[in-house]
């Protein structure tokens, strides 16, 4: 069935850092993907999202690319600061509904 | 931006008691949905709506249930509280289609 795949947590990470955060996924159709997060006490707020192949969601200097081809959207960030340490949830749609990976816990250390 | 709102952000509260779990949106979506989330940050879907009167279970079993009377609203119930529902509870909302869903930002409720 359809699914998302993305890498375990925690990151660690140190501020400037350059971020990627791997994302696969697999689908019967086209999805739209998309990334969203979550910092602490809150709910998830939309972070980018790409609707069709070679589409680049970009958003707070997050950037992400719809990879038909490797069924992958991976995010990356070239300098993470201490605010962006969250949980990261990668998604795609599907009729109607939203298939979640399990998250990956950043920290980014000053 | 978003307007999608849940109340109360927490709940502490007894075995047995009735608890309702309160979500409104003003964007007038006609899909909404519940999600349990559990410590380990995985979501799991318990309820969702595709409009007025419909009301459908989620891939989670849950002893919840839910009520849609009016577009704007999708309240979650728990007739009898047990410590096995303390979780985090977050609402969201869509346009549908290849439309992003809008989260509200969650209940945290703790059963005793």
């Known amino acids: 069935g359809d699914s998302v795949t993305q890498m375990e947590g925690p990151v660690t990470l140190s501020e400037e850092a350059f971020l990627t955060i791997n994302c696969t996924y697999t689908a019967t159709g086209y999805p739209s993907l998309f990334w969203y997060v979550q910092y602490p006490g809150e709910g998830l707020q939309l972070l980018l999202k790409?609707?069709?192949?070679?589409d680049k969601g970009s958003n707070k200097g997050f950037e992400a690319t719809y990879r038909k081809e490797t069924t992958s959207f991976h995010l990356e960030k070239g300098s993470v600061q201490v605010s962006d340490s969250a949980v990261y949830f990668c998604a795609q749609n599907r009729d109607d509904k939203i298939i979640f990976g399990k998250g990956t816990r950043l920290h980014i250390l000053p | 931006e978003a307007d999608i709102y849940q109340t109360p952000r927490y709940l502490v509260i007894g075995t047995g008691k009735k608890i309702t779990l309160e979500c409104s949106q003003t964007m007038g979506h006609d899909k909404m949905y519940w999600y349990q989330q559990d410590p380990g940050m995985e979501l799991h879907l318990i309820h969702y709506s595709y409009g007025v009167n419909s009301t459908e279970k989620g891939d989670l079993s849950s002893e919840s249930t839910v009520s849609r009377i009016r577009t704007e609203h999708f309240p979650l119930t728990l007739e009898s509280a047990r410590p096995s529902h303390t979780s985090q509870y977050l609402c969201?909302?869509?346009?549908?289609?290849?439309?992003?869903?809008?989260f509200g930002d969650g209940t945290r409720l703790s059963i005793l």
């Open positions: 969201a909302s869509s346009e549908g289609g290849h439309q992003p869903q809008h």
């Open positions: 790409a609707t069709k192949a070679d």
